[in-house]
């Protein structure tokens, strides 16, 4: 049963960091694209980022670029989301989400994804 946790939300300023884990099993972790998508009230689900291991690749929404890093540690099946320079509008609920990559491009539609975690709310305050 493939399980995935985040944690590390919470509430920031605005300019402020803070930096998200998600901790998986029951699924071979390297084999996996790990990525991270939020959700804000009245909105869609948004893809912020996403790393493959097997390519080496990692690929950042615009919109964080320059202020969120993701990165990863496959001997503890935990994916991370560093999050720098925070602003009014990345208030939402964060989930990490895991794809078995069948093509060549790192997939950052929700709907590729197999498994999701819970969420993790983070609010950033003016």
């Known amino acids: 049963q493939v399980q995935l946790v985040e944690s590390g939300g919470g509430l920031v300023q605005a300019g402020g960091s803070l930096t998200l884990s998600c901790a998986a099993s029951g699924l071979t972790f390297s084999s996996y694209t790990m990525a991270w998508f939020r959700q804000a009230p009245g909105k869609e689900r948004e893809f912020v980022a996403a790393h493959d291991w097997s390519r080496g690749r990692t690929i950042v929404a615009d919109s964080v670029k320059g202020r969120f890093t993701i990165s990863r540690d496959n001997s503890k099946s935990t994916v991370y989301l560093q999050m720098k320079s925070l602003k009014l509008e990345d208030t939402a609920v964060y989930y990490c989400?895991?794809?078995?990559?069948?093509?060549?491009?790192?997939?950052?539609?929700?709907?590729?994804?197999?498994?999701w975690g819970q969420g993790t709310q983070v609010t950033v305050s003016s």
């Open positions: 989400a895991a794809d078995f990559p069948f093509g060549v491009a790192i997939a950052t539609m929700s709907r590729d994804y197999d498994y």
